[in-house]
């Protein structure tokens, strides 16, 4: 195995390990809990717009292939979004948790996503269409008072 590649192979260990904790952090602490959480071990966002967009692309490809096609455990949507704002958040990107709903021939749906500056990052640019996005940001971005 080539020493290069190590580092990769450990950071997908890590990170098909923190899926499914995000997924039982969110079942046990509740969304909001767990964004503040985010906001708050993760630096201010410091890169300009330009940046961060370049930044997450590969860190948001990565995310969405390791949880879809080697977890044992597929994350839902709002656990693959949490761990992937954190990640971006990391590396000073000011990503967010967008949460929607919608109603389509019968029960209510929900689903969620990692957004940055509105737009998408682990989910179609047509899901802001879709359905009808949610302000749960209580105490916005940074978990602060409202």
Same mark, same amino acid.
């Given at each position: 195995m080539a020493l290069s590649r190590t580092p990769a192979i450990w950071s997908t260990i890590g990170l098909l390990c923190l899926l499914p904790i995000a997924a039982a952090a969110v079942r046990r602490w509740g969304l909001h809990r767990c964004h503040? +959480?985010?906001c708050r071990h993760a630096p201010s966002p410091a890169l300009s717009a /330009?940046? !961060?967009r370049r930044v997450a692309a590969p860190v948001t490809q990565w995310v969405m292939t390791v949880n879809r096609r080697y977890a044992v455990f597929a994350a839902p949507c709002l656990a693959e979004s949490l761990v992937l704002? +954190? &990640?971006l958040r990391r590396r000073g990107i000011? !990503? /967010?948790v !967008? &949460?929607?709903i919608r109603t389509l021939f019968g029960p209510l749906e929900s689903h969620a996503w990692a957004s940055l500056d509105g737009h998408p990052l682990n989910d179609r640019p047509e899901v802001v269409r879709i359905y009808d996005q949610l302000d749960w940001e209580? =105490? =916005?971005a940074d978990g602060g008072p409202p």
């Open positions: 503040q +959480w985010i /330009t940046q !961060a704002v +954190w &990640l000011g !990503a /967010t !967008a &949460l929607g209580r =105490g =916005g």
